[in-house]
């Protein structure tokens, strides 16, 4: 036999709650109702705070932003469905995972403050300070993945990234180590169709982005990621089976950015209103709001209480991050372990010259 | 015992793998084989797959994974085959290696050693023999120890092997097999950031590093021999950088060149003439003259003698210097 076929893949797509709020009667996971509770004031709480940075931006307070608007259902889908143990390796839009695993929402608005102190993240929460070059993180997601399994921890890493970061060579170092190590590690790509200006099809020709995981000896799944019940339902899976033993996994989540890339992006330069407009007809909030109405928990009531809650914890966060005051000799402090005596030098003439510490 | 570079440098990863359940090693042929220098013979057999990972054929993907170990309470110990090729993975070790414990406020670090087969003169291929020293000096938060001894080698490793940062260790392979010495089997740690006065003087202080060290020796006993006394310092730690001896010295003597092998233009002898030139100016009776490799390219092997440092371009070195 000349020719013999000796590779077959293919992907699937899944919604489980479309965009009406109706809800795939197979594929249903009977999600309890406090945790569509959580899902939704959760995401709720992300577009509140989204809103006030980019108010914050605009009137000064706060340096460059990058919005999360459209994508909120994956970030709080995605945290919610971790274990306490897993570790959760997020991009700079998905801080809202941060807070939802624990960290102080101040911690977050701090470094888009301008202070180091925003990524101090008490280990005990298991979040992993997000990376600002694009795609490094998800070598560093496998290492990571690495030591759980070495130390036999029931554990797994979520590392997420962009559509743009899976043309980093970094992806393609991190898919094909956590294929040959095999490591509890699960890889969850917001597909939001533009890296800045640049849509998803000038990215790669691939026709999806988790038939790549087909390539690394793994599998993908494609899912609607602005449907909360399938980033859910999808992650904790994915993570049950990296824990168990089975390996990596591609999640390619389908999204849209509404907003800008950042505060300084203005994306009427790239893109049309009919296609924003299309992606806000694809609401994440609206349709489980949808759903929970059908189900009777969703009331005029409960948006007022969720909406209180939340603005609360925005306006809190945002007052004690600008109460905070960063010391200026930690940028010399913690370099190395224990300061060298030229580090000590050049931090005393810097802060001779400019008065003290004050 | 005695032993070389090689064996040394062997010896100390297995008694601190020992020691430490703690530390991996990773690259490229490092488990199975060896190392292609069999610096890791043996480590495979002994502590299995699990702590001595083949890994597939990428210096970024070696790097960025062993990041990720090492800010997760593993000590990797990632070995970049030649050194040439750590270009590759520039950009894991300058945005992360150097910058998660400042970044994170000392929440994350990367207690990470990566082994370098670094250095020429061994007639290996293009790609195959620099000494990337300064590019690393440039880059804050980054260690850089450079033996060039056997017993330094050892001792030197296990120092880092237990530090807080990421250090980056240079191992000259021209001296991986040049010679034996005594190298005690009991573990040792050689303080990072102090550098030995190999020998004392009162004319030039000599500074050096790497398989440099061995080449000026050589030269000072020549020069010693007509009436010219050399304190030689070998730098041991390039960063952070023993200053104070260096300037103590110099101070001293009143003359100081610097040999290394890596291209003179803003190789790390600049950065010592100038500390130098600040600490030390009224002291001094003579410029600061570097021995060094020539702004080129790293020839190909049959031509590569040209390039390197050698015995009589130190010899000259010293001697203008000292005559000046």
């Known amino acids: 036999m000349p020719i013999q076929r000796v590779f077959e893949g293919s992907i699937d797509n899944v919604q489980i709650l479309d965009k009406d709020g109706n809800i795939d009667q197979k594929l249903d996971p009977k999600l309890p109702n406090d945790l569509l509770d959580r899902m939704y004031r959760h995401m709720v709480l992300a577009i509140i705070w989204d809103k006030k940075c980019i108010a914050l931006q605009r009137t000064g307070r706060m340096y460059t932003y990058a919005s999360l608007e459209g994508q909120e259902a994956i970030s709080v889908g995605a945290s919610l469905a971790l274990d306490e143990k897993d570790w959760f390796f997020p991009t700079f839009r998905e801080t809202i995972g941060y807070y939802i695993r624990g960290v102080p929402l101040e911690t977050v608005n701090l470094n888009w403050m301008g202070e180091e102190d925003g990524l101090k993240l008490d280990k005990k929460t298991r979040c992993f300070p997000y990376a600002v070059p694009i795609g490094t993180q998800h070598a560093h997601a496998v290492g990571a993945a690495y030591a759980l399994k070495f130390r036999k921890e029931n554990a797994a890493v979520l590392v997420c990234g962009g559509d743009g970061s899976t043309s980093e060579g970094d992806f393609h170092d991190a898919m094909n180590f956590a294929g040959v190590l095999d490591v509890p590690c699960v890889f969850l790509i917001s597909n939001n169709q533009w890296a800045i200006s640049v849509p998803r099809k000038w990215q790669t020709k691939s026709e999806t982005i988790a038939q790549k995981a087909l390539a690394y000896g793994f599998k993908g799944m494609q899912i609607d990621g602005n449907d909360i019940v399938a980033v859910y339902k999808t992650v904790r899976e994915a993570m049950e089976n990296a824990r168990s033993g089975k390996g990596p996994f591609l999640i390619e989540a389908i999204t849209y950015r509404i907003g800008p890339h950042t505060t300084a992006d203005d994306p009427k330069r790239y893109r049309n209103d009919e296609e924003v407009n299309y992606w806000k007809d694809r609401d994440p909030i609206k349709r489980l709001k949808i759903y929970m109405t059908k189900k009777g928990i969703w009331t005029e009531r409960y948006e007022q209480e969720v909406n209180d809650w939340a603005t609360k914890i925005v306006e809190d966060g945002v007052k004690k991050a600008e109460e905070y005051k960063p010391d200026p000799k930690d940028m010399f402090r913690y370099l190395y372990a224990t300061m060298t005596k030229d580090m000590e030098k050049q931090m005393n003439e810097c802060f001779e010259e400019k008065g003290g510490n004050e | ?324």
């Open chain 2, 1 to 324: 015992m005695k032993a070389n570079m090689v064996e040394a440098i062997n010896m100390c990863l297995k008694q601190e793998m020992e020691r430490d359940n703690s530390i991996v090693t990773l690259g490229e042929d490092v488990g199975i084989d060896g190392g292609v220098f069999r610096v890791t013979e043996g480590l495979y057999n002994e502590f299995g797959r699990e702590r001595v990972i083949d890994t597939p054929l990428s210096e970024s993907g070696i790097i960025g994974v062993a990041i990720g170990m090492a800010a997760m309470g593993l000590r990797s110990v990632p070995e970049i085959q030649f050194q040439g090729f750590e270009y590759n993975a520039f950009h894991q070790i300058v945005q992360h290696a150097a910058r998660l414990r400042n970044r994170t406020r000392g929440q994350f670090t990367v207690p990470m050693v990566i082994r370098l087969p670094c250095s020429g003169g061994i007639h290996a291929l293009e790609h195959h023999g620099e000494s990337l020293e300064a590019v690393y000096l440039h880059i804050p938060g980054l260690k850089v120890v450079y033996p060039s001894s056997p017993y330094d080698a050892k001792g030197l490793l296990a120092a880092s092997l237990k530090d807080g940062d990421a250090v980056l260790y240079f191992e000259p392979k021209r001296l991986y097999r040049a010679y034996k010495e005594e190298v005690p089997e009991e573990e040792y740690d050689i303080e990072l950031g102090k550098a030995n006065i190999l020998k004392e003087g009162k004319d030039v202080t000599l500074i050096s590093w790497g398989a440099m060290t061995f080449v000026s020796k050589d030269a000072v006993e020549e020069v010693e021999r007509q009436g010219v006394s050399v304190e030689h310092i070998d730098l041991r730690t390039l960063a952070p950088c023993d200053w104070e001896t260096i300037t103590k010295s110099v101070s001293k003597t009143g003359r100081a060149v610097i040999v290394h092998e890596a291209s003179k233009t803003m190789g790390f002898g600049a950065e010592i003439t100038t500390r130098i030139t600040e600490d030390c100016f009224l002291n001094l009776e003579a410029p600061v003259r570097r021995v060094a490799g020539w702004d080129i390219q790293i020839p190909y092997p049959k031509i590569e003698e040209y390039y390197f440092p050698d015995k009589r371009r130190v010899i000259k070195g010293i001697l203008e210097t000292v005559k000046f």
